[in-house]
């Protein structure tokens, strides 16, 4: 069974910086697609970025591109999300996802970040 | 940028269909992905490649495909249904995961 679980959000001031983790199991996690995909409170899904299963491709949607890093560690079966220069409309609740077989997501619980001063 | 365009509501009773429609330029060369969210929770995958419906999920939820648009339908509609769906798909080069703005089914 596909597990992940996302850690690391919390309370950042606007220009701060948050890395989130998200821990993989129940299935070969070096062979997948990994995404962050995140959703303001009330609103709905955003796709954030991907990355190949090497690391040789990552993809950004507009609004993060330059402030947001997408990482992976395959011996340590993890996501990683770096983000920098936070603004208060990357207020959201962000999901770990993989990419199946079929090209759908599965999905962890999430962790909320929330930018406020 | 590509955009995934669905209603913003639909509502039906017990026992009727729901129809969720799903348009986008790319979607007759990209796959589509339906999600149903409860609040609170995450999306749960309710149909797949376009009209395959994974282990788990009911009978009643069907997807089709027609060019530019594809269609989440709900046959029998039960109360429990009442939630957040929204289709998922890619850009022409698969490049970019794009979501559709999101419908939100009320069962009268």
């Known amino acids: 069974e596909v597990q992940l679980v996302e850690s690391g959000g919390g309370l950042v001031q606007p220009g701060g910086s948050l890395r989130l983790s998200c821990a993989a199991s129940g299935f070969m996690f070096s062979s997948y697609w990994m995404s962050w995909v995140r959703q303001a409170p009330g609103k709905g899904l955003e796709w954030v970025a991907n990355v190949n299963q090497d690391e040789a491709e990552k993809h950004y949607v507009d609004s993060v591109k330059g402030r947001f890093t997408i990482s992976r560690d395959n011996a340590k079966n993890s996501l990683y999300l770096q983000m920098n220069s936070l603004r208060a409309e990357d207020t959201a609740v962000y999901y770990c996802?993989?990419?199946?077989?079929?090209?759908?997501?599965?999905w962890g619980q999430g962790t909320l970040v929330t930018v406020s001063s | 940028s590509y955009e995934l365009t669905q209603p913003p509501s639909v509502s039906v009773s017990p026992g009727q269909t729901a129809r969720i429609t799903c348009s986008g330029d790319a979607l007759p060369k990209q796959y589509a992905y339906w999600y149903q969210q409860k609040p609170g929770q995450a999306p749960v995958l309710v149909i797949y490649?376009?009209?395959e419906r994974p282990s788990g999920i009911p009978e009643r939820f069907s997807g089709s495909s027609s060019g530019t648009t594809v269609t989440l339908t709900i046959s029998g509609v039960q109360a429990e249904d009442e939630a957040d769906y929204y289709c998922?798909?890619?850009?022409?080069?698969?490049?970019?995961?794009?979501f559709g703005g999101g419908t939100k089914l009320t069962v009268l």
């Open positions: 998922q798909s890619a850009d022409s080069s698969a490049t970019y995961v794009v």
């Open positions: 490649k376009d009209s």
């Open positions: 996802a993989r990419e199946g077989d079929y090209g759908d997501l599965s």
